[in-house]
């Protein structure tokens, strides 16, 4: 965890202050910490890297007033996710900390219409003070999104209440194994990330879908507009120890948060330990938000491999759902 020296945390009650001299010596180290460089004298980023921070990506309201826990409700969110994390349906992304908060004892799952496997087979996660990956804007929350992004909201989810399986296309990526898409914050569920590097391109395969970035670094423009793609097309450049990859021409059915095609995103990848590898993204989209935003994770690296992510074999998941909305209209067409 990375905090910036000085920073207190004032307890609502009395006027006492913490500080956090121990994040504060943590941060100095990785500021300090030089990535050792490859054999072609790039920084060795290469390896298996892993997201399984329990961070939400957007502060809560119960912690709107602070940026960093103490160590005490560290300590007491730690304890009270774990019994979340084995008792119940799996939960991912923000859900676990939404759930800790709000008191449950007992995990249930999201998803409303079928639920999801135990968590029991979800990695345990990385707890830390930070109250939110978002570092920009301060509040931790996502700027507010422009009026026409609120009616493309509002009429995407008016399409999924009136057509939810009238065919494929009706569904969403991830469900039919095309991509879980770029930038992807969400934790705890294969989250795991190769980085290749040669001279000129860096590749990141996602365990997920097995999605591939192959990213060039020999300064090729973008390609043009009108070859969009699922991940939009990349171009990394070298500031320093920092790999900095921009991305745009997303395709229109990318749909990153409710984004447009006119999403353009900033990478910024940065060893700062042996074993952790600092990820900043910031996106900008002005037809989707009033102002840019950026959120920051802290990869840690495994010794494990990636695993085959057999999406397509064996499931039938598909073609149940469309099965199943095919009965209940022949249902309700027919006469009582």
């Not at 879980?180 to 860096?202: C, K, L």
């Not at 507009?225 to 171009?235: I, K, T």
Request: charged share 25%; net charge neutral; aromatic share 8%.
């Amino acid at each position: 965890m990375t905090i910036m020296r000085g920073v207190y945390v004032c307890s609502l009650i009395g006027v006492a202050c913490i500080t956090l001299a121990a994040a504060g010596s943590q941060a100095d180290k990785q500021a300090a910490y030089k990535a050792p460089k490859n054999s072609f004298g790039q920084p060795d980023l290469e390896a298996v890297w892993t997201n399984n921070s329990a961070t939400p990506l957007q502060r809560p309201a119960a912690w709107a007033d602070k940026q960093l826990l103490t160590d005490a409700e560290v300590r007491q969110v730690e304890k009270a996710a774990r019994q979340l994390e084995q008792d119940g349906d799996a939960l991912f992304g923000d859900e676990l900390i939404g759930d800790t908060i709000q008191g449950q004892t007992e995990s249930k799952s999201h998803d409303t219409e079928t639920g999801n496997y135990n968590g029991f087979w979800l990695p345990a996660r990385d707890f830390e003070r930070r109250t939110s990956l978002i570092i920009d804007p301060p509040n931790g929350r996502i700027p507010p999104e422009t009026p026409d992004a609120t009616k493309r909201r509002a009429a995407a989810a008016e399409r999924r209440r009136l057509h939810p399986a009238d065919g494929p296309d009706s569904r969403g990526l991830s469900e039919r194994c095309i991509t879980f898409g770029v930038p992807r914050f969400q934790a705890a569920y294969s989250s795991v990330y190769q980085i290749v590097q040669s001279p000129t391109h860096v590749v990141f395969n996602m365990e997920t879908i097995h999605d591939a970035r192959v990213i060039p670094l020999d300064g090729r423009p973008h390609l043009s507009d009108q070859m969009p793609q699922w991940l939009g097309n990349s171009r990394g450049r070298w500031e320093g120890d920092t790999l900095v990859v921009e991305t745009k021409g997303f395709s229109s059915k990318s749909n990153f948060q409710n984004s447009t095609t006119g999403l353009q995103l900033v990478e910024r990848f940065t060893r700062v330990a042996k074993d952790t590898l600092q990820y900043d993204a910031t996106l900008s989209d002005p037809a989707t938000w009033t102002k840019p935003w950026t959120a920051r994770i802290y990869f840690k690296r495994t010794d494990e491999p990636l695993l085959e992510y057999a999406c397509h074999e064996g499931n039938v998941g598909l073609y149940g759902i469309l099965s199943g909305a095919r009965k209940l209209e022949a249902q309700q067409s027919s006469p009582r």
